[in-house]
């Protein structure tokens, strides 16, 4: 009879663990059932209900996607710290590898929020060092003879950018209605803190805008015409490279040396003082800053 009293309760004990393991949901923390692609679509419908900007939506899931080129039914509980630095290490600029490694760890740390798995692959990559180069900004020579190459299409967004440092992404959503010539403000979404920012405009940006014959709809063209403008003047002016921040560096360099004070200068562009004499500045002369500015 003792045997068959084990053997209940054997079968009692099994199919009480059975009914616990029916009962409780499933461990994310093993990624049972979320696959790399499936994270990410609920990753970028999370920060698009999160009222990210969608041009940051669409980079970001072009790295995922990429990413997770190949393999986008893997588990996301399958993929190691050696894979993902494997990856990375295809990628020679440690700029270009510290971008990768961030978006790379947006996916795992949301999915390790969300409860798909319980370790981030990416905690035990070694965070990568990125050599700060001084910004490259234009001569007055330069920024001259890039505003006689511009066509009057994307004059507006040269002089905006170069003579009042409003960022790219900002110029691609400014409508003329936000440029004011009667008080030579410019209103700005700052596409930082996401509010309201007041620029102000020199005499020269003012002049230069006020010749320009259309002050209607969009100040600048679409962003495909902004890119091909660039590669033109890249060239013509003998640039190595043409940094997205070119035009908005040239004006912090200038404004700088112009007023001086660079609370001021930090305020208009919508940084603080230590990013901008870190990141944006770029010392000019006496004589060039007369140039540049001379109206």
Not at 19 to 29: E, H, K, N, V, Y
Not at 204 to 211: T, Y
């Amino acid at each position: 009879m003792w045997p068959s009293c084990l053997s209940l309760n054997q079968c009692l004990l099994s199919e009480t663990i059975s009914r616990c393991r029916q009962s409780q949901p499933t461990l994310a923390g093993f990624g049972v059932s979320t696959s790399l692609a499936d994270a990410i679509d609920q990753l970028i419908a999370a920060k698009r209900a999160a009222n990210l900007r969608p041009v940051y939506l669409k980079s970001l899931r072009y790295y995922l996607n990429r990413f997770a080129k190949g393999r986008e039914q893997r588990l996301l509980d399958s993929v190691t710290t050696e894979e993902v630095e494997t990856f990375l290490r295809q990628f020679p600029s440690s700029n270009t590898r510290a971008t990768w490694q961030n978006r790379i760890n947006t996916l795992f740390a949301f999915a390790v929020r969300r409860d798909f798995i319980v370790r981030n692959p990416c905690d035990k990559l070694e965070r990568i060092k990125v050599d700060r180069c001084a910004p490259l900004i234009l001569t007055p020579a330069q920024s001259q003879q890039l505003l006689k190459l511009a066509p009057m299409v994307c004059r507006p967004y040269v002089i905006l950018g170069m003579f009042a440092g409003i960022r790219p992404e900002e110029l691609l959503r400014l409508k003329w209605a936000d440029v004011d010539l009667e008080t030579l403000t410019v209103t700005v979404n700052d596409a930082k803190t996401r509010r309201r920012r007041i620029v102000p405009l020199h005499d020269k940006a003012v002049k230069l805008l006020a010749d320009c014959p259309l002050r209607t709809g969009p100040v600048a063209p679409s962003n495909s015409t902004v890119r091909r403008f660039k590669r033109v003047a890249r060239e013509a002016l003998g640039l190595p490279s043409w940094p997205s921040d070119l035009l908005r560096h040239t004006a912090a360099s200038y404004l700088l040396a112009l007023h001086g004070d660079a609370g001021k200068v930090a305020t208009m562009l919508g940084n603080s003082s230590s990013i901008l004499l870190s990141h944006y500045h770029q010392p000019v002369r006496n004589g060039d800053c007369g140039h540049f500015w001379a109206v």
